[in-house]
């Protein structure tokens, strides 16, 4: 959990740093989305609802705790609208098939994965099943093309690939 929630934080800095947004606010995002999975044990019906109430007492800003609680859909009940939401429901689910991608290399190590190997395994729905397609694909209500996106979320995670175990 605390790598994709390292490599979530990385891949919203590097979203926020080509559409021009705020990167600390969308960085802090990726880090804290999954703050509640151990404490709602990820159930989609609560996850991401959690959150708000785990960091009550410390001053976040609330487009941030807007788009961590609907990064889930299923229990906001609402569907996203906004490009933070977007951002983050994208840049989070990425972070799985990057690492799905890195390994099923030989060297397993994400300097060797490339955009158009994701992007091509993005199409093969075995692969990495559990990954959500759809969430991936919001990148493009963002302005970024797939594989723009998915060289982005690359580029953004390689300086910590050490840290993250890739």
Same mark, same amino acid.
């Given at each position: 959990?605390? %790598?994709?929630?390292?490599? !979530? #934080? +990385?891949?919203?800095? $590097?979203?926020?740093?080509?559409? =021009?947004?705020? *990167? =600390?606010?969308w960085a802090m995002a990726g880090l804290?989305?999954?703050l509640d999975v151990e404490v709602t044990n990820a159930e989609p019906s609560v996850? $991401?609802?959690q959150t708000e109430v785990l960091l009550k007492d410390f001053d976040i800003d609330p487009e941030i705790l807007d788009a961590i609680r609907m990064h889930n859909e299923c229990? !906001? $009940?609402? =569907?996203?609208?906004? #490009? @933070?939401?977007? %951002?983050?429901?994208a840049g989070e689910t990425?972070?799985?098939?990057?690492? %799905?991608?890195?390994?099923?290399? &030989?060297?397993?190590k994400l300097s060797s994965v490339k955009p158009k190997s994701v992007v091509k395994?993005?199409?093969?729905?075995?692969? %990495?099943?559990?990954?959500?397609? *759809?969430n991936i694909l919001e990148c493009e209500k963002t302005g970024? &093309?797939?594989? =723009? @996106?998915? +060289?982005i979320a690359i580029e953004s995670m390689l300086p910590i690939a050490e840290e993250i175990g890739l």
């Open positions: 959990m605390i %790598a994709h929630s390292l490599a !979530s #934080e +990385a891949v919203m800095r $590097g979203m926020a740093r080509r559409l =021009e947004r705020d *990167e =600390e606010k804290l989305h999954d996850h $991401g609802t229990s !906001s $009940g609402k =569907e996203r609208s906004t #490009e @933070f939401q977007h %951002a983050l429901a990425i972070t799985g098939l990057i690492f %799905a991608t890195t390994y099923v290399y &030989p060297d397993k395994r993005m199409k093969a729905k075995s692969f %990495a099943a559990s990954v959500s397609r *759809e970024i &093309p797939l594989h =723009e @996106f998915a +060289a």
